[in-house]
């Protein structure tokens, strides 16, 4: 005969029962608790690259994920991002690789090896090689010394344009700062090589000698450089990766010549100071002979001269028209008194030293009709309201020449990424198809800029009829 428990002992019994009941059913449902939902954006899912805890949402995005949000993420080394998570990124891009960029193809196959490799025990861990990223830009400015506010007006004038090229819906461009103290040589090269094994594309160089080494090591690296500060083309021909932003002296003759309407039957003398670089009258003289004109005389003449006696007297014996000058203003002034005095009627043009802003109010009168073009780029009204937009807030003087330059190195580069490039050599073909003209030099009319020729009419300057 079976014995009945005590009502007290089966509460005792069927209370610990439910609780082992309980803690069995606990793992099951941890297991079928819900995964963490997916990022919806390339920006989420690089926050969630960088943890090391459950890769499922991870991965889920980037099974689904474009190739510029892969290469977003990818942007980071294997010390920043978790190590599976690099391993899911890049087996995903490299599915949607397109066969014809092998090297893009070969890079990442590289650092899936190195990501997903078995450390051997005592074997030193292997790193893989750096990634210079397209969606990191450096600028390579100077942090002391003299020229403080060129380089903020520079940077300004860079971050705003490049934002202005903006593509919705893409990931940004990280554009970081990278010092060059007093933009030395030394400095500038260190600089160079911090900045260069992170970003596709580097720009910088204020001071001759700085820009001169950047652009050495953009030749030795390879790595695109925007020297946005040098007109100098033979420091950017070091590198067939250096672009300059320019305007370059064929630009201004073909903008003088055309306003001053020159033609067949002229007969065309330049006069230029020693002091001053040869290359914008000769291309004056080449546009001239392109369009019908004859160069009788090319002269030059040292600087400081206030006796212009002689180049008077040789202007009329050749019949000459039209008059090319090229010098200080000081020295202006006295060819014209020159010219007045010997009664030689011409047509004068040339360069800054026409300005009647720089002469003296005696003078202005004798520059009444000449034709002068500035030395550097203006805004388009189309493109200043935007641009002076853009700089409102960020303390730079948008009078100075840098911010406009910056403005126009920032969308060259803006365009040339916005392209889908990767790789530092993407990056250099991207800038050629989109940016760049003869020489290694920005087209930079294609972005909002112009080059102002201008008429002296009762003492002032205003525009001159195209």
Known sequence: ????????????????????????AMPAAAKHRPAAPAPATAVAADSLAVRKGDVTAFRTWARGATLDELMYVLRRSQFEIAAPNLAAALEAALVRVPADRAALRATLAARLAVATAKPKRGAPRTEESPMPSAFRVALLLPDSGVRLDEAAALEAGFRAGLASRAVAGRPPIEVSRVPTGSDGPGSAALAFQSAAWRAALLCGGLERDAAMVMAASSFAHDTPLLLPAIDDAAIAGISGRAFTVGPRPDVRARELVRAAGIGAG?????????????????????????????????????????????????????????????????????????????????????????????????????????????????????????????LAGSGADPTQPLAIRGWIAGRAAGAALSA?????????????????????????QRFGAVLPVSIVREGRSEPAPR
């Open 420 to 444: 889908g490039a990767y790789t530092p050599d993407e990056v250099s073909a991207a800038m050629v198809r989109a940016a760049v003209g003869p020489y290694g030099t920005l087209d930079a």
């Open 266 to 390: 002229d007969r065309v003398a330049t006069l230029v100071s020693t002091a001053i670089d040869s290359a914008f009258a000769a291309a004056f003289a080449y546009e001239c002979r392109s369009r019908g004109a004859t160069v009788v005389l090319r002269l030059a003449y040292a600087p400081g001269n206030l006796a212009f006696a002689p180049e008077s007297r040789t202007l009329l014996r050749e019949h000459a028209n039209v008059l090319f000058w090229d010098g200080d203003a000081n020295e202006a002034a006295a060819l014209l008194r020159q010219l007045t005095r010997d009664r030689v009627s011409l047509r004068l043009c040339g360069g800054e030293g026409l300005d009647p802003s720089r002469h003296h109010r005696e003078t202005r009168v004798l520059l009444e009709g000449v034709r002068w073009v500035q030395a550097d780029w203006a805004l388009a009204d189309s493109s200043r309201a935007a641009w002076q937009g853009a």
């Open 1 to 24: 005969m079976t014995r009945a428990l005590p009502t007290r002992s089966l509460c005792i019994v069927l209370t610990a029962a439910a609780a082992l009941l309980a803690c069995a």
